[in-house]
């Protein structure tokens, strides 16, 4: 079956810092691959996404590259800021079969001032 | 605006008791999720549907049940079996992998 797994936290860093969270991914088939952040008692948003392999997906400063030959799909930012505090998540999706959602546990990163 | 919305955002349950989390969208997606939130667990699928009058157990169904009587409305009631039931529930629709997610009710038993 289809498993993520991802980098442990919780992540602290000082502002400015440079942000890596490592995701790892296990599938049958061909999946897209996707990184959400959950800000506090909210729900979850979209940061970006990756749907073939060797694809970067990018948004408000972070990337991530579609690796197949090593399965990851790392997420990395620059330079932090606060409010980039948040939950990250890594997640797959079978395309052509029935597009379900599996998360790893998710990583709690908090950037000080 | 289209979206999703859950509702309550906070429910408290006695021991023992049926309760019932309501989600409506808005976006005309075919399939609709819920998930369980623990600390340090991620998101773990309860139930899902895909089109209406038809759904499917998720990894930890237990203690749960769905309908889905219209296109637009996907309520799950945690049931007096649910042992655990303290958590954050997440709603989801998609259209494919183009997922949108609510905002979530915190499920506190008192």
């Known amino acids: 079956g289809n498993s993520v797994t991802q980098m442990e936290g919780p992540v602290t860093l000082s502002e400015e810092a440079f942000l890596t969270i490592n995701c790892t991914y296990t599938?049958?088939?061909?999946?897209?691959l996707f990184w959400y952040v959950q800000y506090p008692g909210e729900g979850l948003q979209l940061l970006l996404k990756?749907?073939?392999?060797?694809d970067k997906g990018s948004n408000k400063g972070f990337e991530a590259t579609y690796r197949k030959e090593t399965t990851s799909f790392h997420l990395e930012k620059g330079s932090v800021q606060v409010s980039d505090s948040a939950v990250y998540f890594c997640?797959?999706?079978?395309?052509?079969?029935?597009?379900?959602?599996?998360f790893g546990a998710g990583t709690t990163v908090t950037v000080r001032a | 605006d289209g979206g999703i919305t859950q509702s309550p955002k906070y429910l408290f349950r006695k021991e023992g008791q049926n309760v019932t989390l309501s989600c409506e969208q808005n976006?005309?997606?075919?399939?609709m999720y819920w998930y369980r939130q623990d600390p340090g667990q991620g998101l773990r699928l309860i139930y899902y549907s895909q089109i209406v009058n038809d759904f499917q157990k998720g990894d930890i169904a237990e203690g749960y049940s769905v309908s889905r009587e219209k296109k637009e409305s996907f309520p799950l009631t945690v049931t007096s079996a649910q042992k655990n039931p303290t958590a954050f529930y997440l709603c989801?629709?998609?259209?494919?992998?183009?997922?949108?997610f609510g905002s979530g009710t915190r499920l506190t038993v008192v």
């Open positions: 989801a629709s998609s259209y494919r992998d183009g997922y949108t």
């Open positions: 599938a049958t088939g061909y999946p897209s």
């Open positions: 990756a749907t073939k392999a060797d």
């Open positions: 976006l005309n997606h075919d399939a």
């Open positions: 997640a797959l999706s079978d395309q052509g079969y029935d597009y379900k959602l599996s």
